[in-house]
């Protein structure tokens, strides 16, 4: 798959920091009145994130721990390295944090840019047919507990408030107001 | 109203840029092997969001255009400045983007740190018994317009995903599944 990574930055903007994870950038900006004021955007490394579903249906979530951050239970997701696609991020994050592999190659359910003051993608998959291949290999600072749930119970949990937010999590909500959605739901997920 | 500021930045944390809406701090933090990494974390201004409720029951809404930004509708808000604590925020905000001014005083309905690698506040406050006491005055950078919406307007508006993203909205759309819940919202809204 090609896909033209997206960028909210202006040409114009300049690089006026680098750090770890974030990026600053600044430019000239004209206002409603003619004056001009400096803009500043962050950017970091997009992000994907992992549906996974076994052959049986079960679907796998991470409940995470990081240093210094509270316990969260989501979905499988990680950083873009230098050089992948988005594609083979979600794949080698999949394998990584679960130790399964899909047979089927990851389906993009969505693509957006969750804070308008970030230069930043988030990469939302769905991976179909996925079997333990390995065990989980994790970087030092993750400590990740996989969870196998329902598609029900996984309503339940975003229901509930127990799901980390996201763009999905919002969607499934939303769908447990209109049945006609929830069906979609189900059919994105599972029909293949 | 005294309200003690948290801060999600741990003591030894340095800073290492500050830009016009953004600082940068690092720290070193031991990760679960014993190694260590070099953590960044963001640090921006507070955040104050206002519902304005007028003495009929109307909420003002503002519908608001920023450069290179989407139109958005959502809630009154702005930033807390130096020296501020967030009611007198609340107040200022309020008057600035609508004219309006509360006969009661601004009453926190919530307090949230909405992104976990930044340490920015978000206060949201009712103001209740609103009335216009002066015209707009707008930031050059801002251009805002008012909707006027009674409460099941608002729900509506956020059921329709119409409404920027704000927990007040999440929780709006979980009160659409719970009639216990929505009764509880209205309350909070409406009496006094």
Same mark, same amino acid.
């Given at each position: 798959?090609?896909?033209?990574?997206?960028?909210?930055?202006? #040409?114009? $903007?300049? *690089?006026?920091?680098?750090?770890?994870? &974030?990026?600053?950038?600044? /430019?000239?900006?004209?206002?409603?009145?003619?004056?001009? !004021?400096?803009?500043?955007? @962050?950017?970091? !490394?997009?992000?994907?994130?992992?549906?996974?579903?076994?052959? =049986?249906?079960?679907?796998?979530?991470?409940?995470?721990?990081? #240093?210094?951050?509270? @316990?969260?239970?989501?979905?499988?997701?990680?950083?873009?390295?230098?050089?992948?696609?988005?594609?083979?991020? $979600? *794949?080698?994050?999949?394998?990584?944090?679960?130790?399964?592999?899909?047979? !089927?190659?990851?389906?993009?359910?969505? +693509?957006?840019?969750?804070?308008?003051?970030?230069? /930043?993608?988030?990469?939302? &998959?769905?991976?179909?047919?996925?079997?333990?291949? $390995?065990?989980? %290999?994790?970087?030092?600072?993750?400590?990740?507990?996989?969870?196998?749930?329902?598609? =029900?119970?996984?309503? +339940?949990?975003?229901?509930?408030?127990?799901?980390?937010?996201? %763009?999905?999590?919002?969607?499934?909500?939303? $769908?447990?107001? +209109? #049945?006609?959605?929830?069906?979609?739901?189900?059919?994105?997920?599972? %029909? %293949?």
């Amino acid at each position: 798959m090609s896909m033209e990574r997206k960028t909210t930055l202006p #040409p114009e $903007a300049k *690089r006026v920091f680098k750090g770890e994870i &974030f990026e600053v950038y600044q /430019w000239p900006q004209a206002l409603y009145d003619g004056s001009v !004021a400096t803009f500043e955007k @962050l950017k970091r !490394a997009d992000t994907v994130m992992v549906i996974p579903v076994t052959e =049986d249906g079960t679907i796998l979530l991470a409940h995470e721990e990081q #240093p210094g951050k509270p @316990l969260t239970l989501g979905f499988v997701s990680g950083r873009i390295e230098e050089g992948e696609d988005p594609v083979q991020a $979600a *794949r080698r994050e999949l394998l990584e944090e679960t130790g399964y592999q899909g047979e !089927a190659d990851p389906f993009l359910i969505s +693509e957006e840019q969750p804070f308008s003051k970030m230069d /930043w993608n988030v990469y939302l &998959f769905l991976v179909r047919k996925c079997k333990k291949v $390995a065990e989980q %290999s994790l970087d030092p600072g993750e400590r990740i507990n996989l969870r196998k749930v329902t598609f =029900d119970e996984l309503v +339940e949990l975003v229901v509930q408030g127990h799901m980390s937010y996201s %763009s999905f999590s919002d969607r499934i909500l939303r $769908a447990k107001l +209109e #049945p006609q959605k929830m069906r979609e739901l189900y059919e994105l997920i599972y %029909s %293949s």
